[in-house]
């Protein structure tokens, strides 16, 4: 579903719509009148909606992907889409009725997350790698790759509430703030890589957390971690 909120009082949101136009929503992002949402697992692909009534919002626009996507980043007309097995992929939104795709690098297996800066994309997978692509040039390219070690997989354990999770390392979201990069890296909790040279991603923090980490926020010299357990 896509729920729209009014935020002018912070403490007090309030829910303006929902609409029902999505089968496996991952994630949106806002361009101006209009917002892009992928989806992954049965509809898989990219969504535009036009939202200039926040009361009615109405399908404007497809995609079909035929892969899934999952984060994606938004800048002027422009959409960037981790896409699961199909690694990194730009589509152009100039008209939101027929957004079609106009670059991708697909050899990165299993992207989920993505933050963009200054030019550059930063793409975290399911095997812990953090990739960096540079995009000013006519198509993107990989300038810049951390791999952790092999092990991928560490088994699964029992949170306090009786629930289990896996083992998993996966950088299910990036956030980027000045020379770092911050990842929620699954049970590793929170990753921090210097990128003070993109060609050379380089992890410089961790921080261990109860559970497996989902989400990540940065706001100056705060982050701020979505952990489940």
């Given amino acids: 579903n896509l729920y729209i909120d009014e935020i002018h009082e ?17 994630d949106i992002a806002a361009l ?8 992954a697992m049965g509809t898989e692909g990219l969504s535009i909606v036009d939202v200039r009534n926040p009361s009615n919002p109405v399908a404007a626009g497809y995609l079909d992907m035929k892969f899934g996507g999952y984060e994606i980043e ?6 960037y889409l981790a896409a699961d097995v199909a690694g990194f992929r730009i589509v152009d939104l100039q008209d939101p009725q027929n957004p079609y795709e106009i670059g991708k690098y697909p050899t ?5 997350s993505l933050a963009l800066k200054d030019g550059f994309a930063y793409g975290g997978d399911q095997f ?6 540079d995009l000013q040039g006519k198509a993107p390219r990989q300038t810049g790759l951390y791999q952790p070690s092999p092990e991928t997989d560490q088994g699964t354990y029992t949170c306090p509430n009786g629930d289990w999770l896996f083992g998993d390392i996966t950088l299910y979201d ?11 890296a699954g049970v590793n909790g929170l990753q921090v890589f210097s990128v003070v040279n993109p060609s050379k991603p380089t992890p ?5 957390t109860a559970g497996s980490a989902f989400g990540v926020a940065v706001s100056g010299d705060e982050a701020y971690l979505a952990d489940y357990c």
């Fill in 128 to 133: 812990g790698a953090l990739s960096v692509l």
């Fill in 204 to 208: 410089v923090g961790n921080l261990d």
């Fill in 10 to 26: 912070l403490n007090q949101p309030n829910l303006v719509s929902t609409s029902s136009l999505f089968s496996h929503a991952q």
């Fill in 32 to 39: 101006d009148d209009y917002v892009a949402v992928s989806e």
């Fill in 74 to 79: 938004a800048s002027g007309t422009l959409v």
């Fill in 108 to 112: 990165i297996p299993k992207l989920w």
């Fill in 174 to 184: 990036v956030s980027v703030s000045g020379d770092y990069v911050y990842a929620a």
